[in-house]
């Protein structure tokens, strides 16, 4: 897809080479770096969009790279792609708002696919705001301003409260979001999404402007009408 950056950090030379070509074959530009340290300097001077991150590398782990790189940045996507399946592992990469967590070994198709979802997914609607109570959500710019001060929303964070946004005062079910979002229903990924959803309640701090949990089922955003 033309104008998007990818940065393919992976210290398996072979296989990293032939998923590069798969990729661009689709239109993206993809920049290689064999290990953790050199992504970290690759990211730095070519600010991509998207960073397929491998977490065991020398030097430098993918785990200790996307730390550092969310330190500043939370609108740079971040794939985890890994053989370290465990559950501890993949919600420690979504604790560090890893965009999806990918077990090797996997289809060059699937996660083709899945990087589409992704930028189609930005295509749409890029200038669409939403006016929820006295707050303003800007999901192109990731962010919800209210009485003067704007708070900047992770990518996950944008897509859930999107998902909300589009259907004030109904219920949107708590596997479609997983589904939607995260591409499974999976138990951790369950997790993920109840901590997305309380680090979005936070940033709401407009009184009129609630997420009601509706229990196993899913949320409803809702608004009051001022007094």
Not at 47 to 52: A, S
Not at 97 to 126: C, H, W
Not at 177 to 186: F, P
Request: hydrophobic letters at 40%.
């Amino acid at each position: 897809m033309k104008g998007i950056k990818i940065l393919l950090v992976d210290d398996d030379l072979k296989n990293s080479m032939l998923l590069k070509r798969f990729i661009e074959a689709e239109g993206y530009e993809v920049i290689y770096a064999n290990n953790g340290k050199v992504g970290l300097e690759m990211y730095r001077e070519t600010h991509p969009d998207l960073i397929l991150l491998d977490i065991n590398m020398p030097e430098l782990d993918g785990f200790e790279m996307a730390r550092i790189i969310r330190q500043n940045d939370k609108r740079v996507k971040i794939f985890f792609l890994t053989d370290r399946t465990d559950k501890v592992d993949r919600l420690h990469g979504f604790s560090l708002k890893g965009n999806d967590y990918i077990p090797k070994p996997f289809y060059p198709e699937e996660l083709l696919a899945k990087i589409n979802e992704r930028f189609e997914s930005m295509t749409v609607d890029q200038d669409v705001e939403y006016k929820l109570g006295d707050t303003l959500f800007r999901p192109n710019l990731s962010s919800i301003t209210y009485n003067g001060e704007t708070h900047s929303l992770s990518v996950r964070q944008t897509e859930i409260l999107q998902m909300l946004a589009e259907n004030i005062g109904k219920p949107v079910e708590r596997d479609l979001i997983l589904e939607k979002i995260w591409g499974d229903a999976s138990y951790s990924n369950s997790l993920a999404l109840n901590v997305q959803i309380t680090y979005i309640r936070r940033l709401l701090t407009d009184p009129s402007v609630a997420i009601i949990s509706i229990k196993k089922k899913g949320y409803i955003l809702t608004i009051t009408a001022a007094n």
